[in-house]
């Protein structure tokens, strides 16, 4: 997209095209002689509706930031003598949730932050009152807004971000609102003057808390001794609560909160009443990023500082904290401070630590999001050195989306827009693609990616390289199949080959090592017959990660519905008991014969059978006659819970299961021609709880008869776990 104009070339932004957003990112060059441009806003009257901006030009290069008013505003951009006007509909979204702002402050609050001398000049408070921290939150709110939207359009996802709670009150994010409020009437005819008008709400809650309890080193979370350091969080959700209206949890509020009495200790050298932490909400709590405002100082308050904060090479000095050490100039601090918050926000809409705002992307880019060049800067060992300009696709910047969460945003109600045709079950924007081996009889054998029903998968990438298709634009929508032979062909057999599979909800699966998944083959043939047994699985990240890992050792097991007993009969499984706490244990099956097995290692590491925990355990049992229909897995790093389901409506399993557990909630069932007739998985083997980490069904054809043999092949046991002599050597007495 770029609009092209006699001395201007717009990049971004389409004469006539109608945003959702209040604050817009206008990306562009110009060919002018000035270093800046000049920014006015009116109505199609002519009449000024935002005082005008100046913004910096570098090599021809200009970022600004728009404030837009409801309806048609008439931008004008001016560069000397050369003009270019466009128009901008601004239509707010008010039928979909917006993000709430909050500042929380002790009972017995100064109502005062941290602030460098330079800043304060001895006797100003202008940086550092109330007054400045809610101006400032709101500013930063309002760039946040701006980059997700520009950064979401350029990712090919529309123009979407969350819309800020706003309120008719005095407007802060120009400078000339606040001179307006102290020289004019009120309601002033001249519309430059008037500061009245729909802004960001900011709410001011009082916490129950004093501040020597918000500053106890004890919750301080950069205290690496501190025994409560998540407990600020506690603290903030608290004060919410307390405080009730929007954030009342029946709401399912999400909020960006600042603690204004954030204050950092020369003498500890540690931030005190800081926390950087963020969380999707439930039934019981809002959706909450949290943030200290001990870099508050270095944030613009309204507009017309954008520019000085995100160039300021003053050094911060020794009065106010160095967070990460990465704060060592001002810009540095509004860097870290504005990026870091809007890091915990976004786990506060669900987002993993995944890559560029979710991994520290912004401290050292965040400028050039919005401005066409940057400042030099310090770090404790090295420079930063300045960028000019910066361009666009070419200048590396990680203060943006990784994708994944881009993809999520979109399924959000925060991120909605009017041309969205419908949004996903709960169970579709959780499901992650699946990956499989497919083959017919044991021959012509592929590799299937499969999308989960209605979610399109949007990239696919091996050993990092992105396939041409599918794209966000094109998403497949069936099916994707790779032969053994054309894997073999394009990348040979000496190297691991890492697979990346997105889907359109923001789900990736990963493959460390496509070789090694093709060893171990999704399916069992049954000797003697043209039967074939299916297996498929969930597995955690943490398996993903570390399959290759030689120093990782994994008890592989397998149990089926029926077993051969001493007396050489088979005896059906009549229970099944799923051992949960907090993370996926293992189970135990039981027989009619009155024996039982392991889903799981079936010893542990002092030599003693396996018996496994689980505060949120479940005993099921399982009729005579009636299929296991499906098992829900709640997936993540690791495993940390399962339901079984059966064909009669009967399920049991994890007893803490909750609305939580549904992102990461994946599905293992039979296909329409199948039926369920074991289980296998792989367990941690001499490490931590010993949890399994991958979890999955065996399947046969549904009106297929089982000869009696499968139940005497190794691979469908629960013997060794395949740790070979030495454990079967160390501990023979367990073996049956």
Not at 239 to 245: K, Q, S
Not at 520 to 530: I, K
Request: hydrophobic share 40%; with cysteine; net charge negative.
């Amino acid at each position: 997209m770029t609009h092209t104009a006699p001395g201007f070339a717009i990049h971004n932004l389409d004469d006539g095209e109608t945003v959702h957003q209040r604050c817009v990112l206008l990306k562009g060059r110009v060919f002018g002689d000035e270093d800046y441009i000049t920014v006015s806003t009116a109505d199609t009257h002519g009449a000024s509706t935002f005082p005008d901006q100046t913004w910096p030009v570098c090599a021809s290069h200009f970022k600004a930031l728009l404030m837009l008013s409801p309806g048609a505003n008439v931008v004008t951009l001016a560069n000397g003598s050369v003009k270019h006007s466009l128009k901008v509909n601004y239509l707010p979204l008010l039928q979909y949730p917006p993000l709430l702002l909050a500042i929380m402050v002790a009972k017995d609050s100064p109502l005062l932050m941290d602030c460098p001398p330079h800043k304060a000049r001895g006797i100003s408070s202008a940086h550092s009152d109330l007054d400045a921290a809610i101006a400032k939150l709101r500013m930063a709110a309002y760039m946040w807004q701006a980059l997700t939207a520009e950064d979401l359009r350029s990712k090919g996802l529309g123009r979407r971000s969350f819309r800020l709670e706003e309120e008719w009150a005095v407007d802060t994010v120009s400078r000339d609102f606040a001179q307006a409020a102290l020289e004019g009437p009120m309601f002033a005819r001249n519309s430059e003057s008037i500061h009245m008008r729909s802004t960001a709400k900011v709410h001011v809650i009082r916490s129950d808390k004093t501040v020597k309890e918000l500053r106890d080193p004890q919750v301080a979370q950069q205290n690496q001794n501190a025994n409560q350091r998540d407990k600020l969080y506690d603290y903030f959700k608290a004060a919410l609560l307390e405080h009730g209206g929007p954030f009342d949890a029946t709401a399912q509020p999400t909020v960006a909160g600042l603690i204004l009495d954030s204050h950092y200790s020369p003498q500890q050298n540690l931030i005190l009443a800081h926390a950087a932490l963020g969380g999707a909400g439930d039934k019981r709590s809002p959706a909450l990023g949290i943030f200290g405002s001990h870099t508050t100082w270095a944030w613009p308050r309204f507009i017309e500082e954008v520019t000085s904060c995100l160039l300021d090479t003053t050094p911060s000095g020794s009065r106010v904290g160095n967070d990460n050490e990465e704060c060592g100039t001002g810009w540095q601090a509004c860097a870290v401070g504005q990026g870091a918050f809007l890091h915990e926000v976004g786990h506060a809409f669900g987002c993993p630590h995944t890559a560029g705002i979710m991994s520290r992307g912004y401290a050292h880019d965040w400028p050039k999001v919005f401005l066409p060049r940057t400042s030099p800067g310090v770090l404790p060992r090295g420079t930063l050195t300045a960028v000019t300009p910066v361009v666009d696709g070419e200048t590396p910047n990680d203060a943006v989306w990784d994708l994944r969460d881009a993809l999520n945003f979109t399924f959000l109600r925060h991120f909605r827009l009017p041309s969205d045709v419908r949004s996903l079950s709960a169970s579709a924007a959780s499901a992650f693609p699946v990956v499989e081996v497919q083959h017919e009889n044991g021959v012509n054998l592929r590799l299937v990616i499969r999308p989960h029903d209605g979610v399109g998968i949007a990239r696919v990438s091996f050993r990092g390289a992105h396939e041409e298709q599918p794209t966000i634009a094109a998403p497949a929508t069936s099916p994707i199949e790779y032969s053994f032979d054309e894997l073999e062909r394009r990348f040979g057999r000496t190297e691991t080959v890492e697979l990346k599979v997105l889907g359109m909800n923001g789900k990736e699966r990963i493959i460390t090592d496509v070789w090694a998944m093709l060893s171990r083959l999704s399916f069992v043939r049954v000797p003697g017959t043209s039967v074939v047994l299916q297996k498929r699985s969930v597995k955690s990240r943490d398996l993903e990660q570390n399959e290759n890992n030689s120093s990782r050792k994994y008890w592989q097991w397998a149990a089926m519905l029926k077993t051969r007993g001493s007396d050489g009969k088979l005896y059906r499984a009549t229970a099944l008991d799923m051992r949960v706490g907090c993370i996926l244990d293992g189970g135990v099956l039981f027989y009619a014969n009155g024996t039982k097995v392991n889903l799981g290692p079936r010893w542990g590491r002092g030599g003693w059978e396996r018996n496994f925990g689980g505060h949120a355990s479940q005993k099921i049992d399982l009729p005579e006659g009636v299929d296991i229909a499906k098992v829900e897995v709640c997936g993540g790093f690791e495993l940390e819970g399962y339901r079984t389901h059966l064909a009669n409506g009967t399920f049991g399993g994890d007893r803490d299961w909750d609305e939580r557990d549904k992102e990461f909630m994946e599905v293992l069932e039979a296909g329409p021609d199948e039926r369920i007739v074991g289980f296998f998985g792989r367990s941690d083997w001499g490490r931590g709880f010993e949890g399994v980490q991958e979890l999955g069904i065996i399947t046969a054809p549904k009106n297929a008869e089982l000869p009696d043999s499968v139940y005497d092949l190794p691979e469908l046991k629960n013997t060794d776990g395949g740790l070979g002599p030495v454990s079967l050597d160390v501990y023979p007495g367990f073996l049956y």
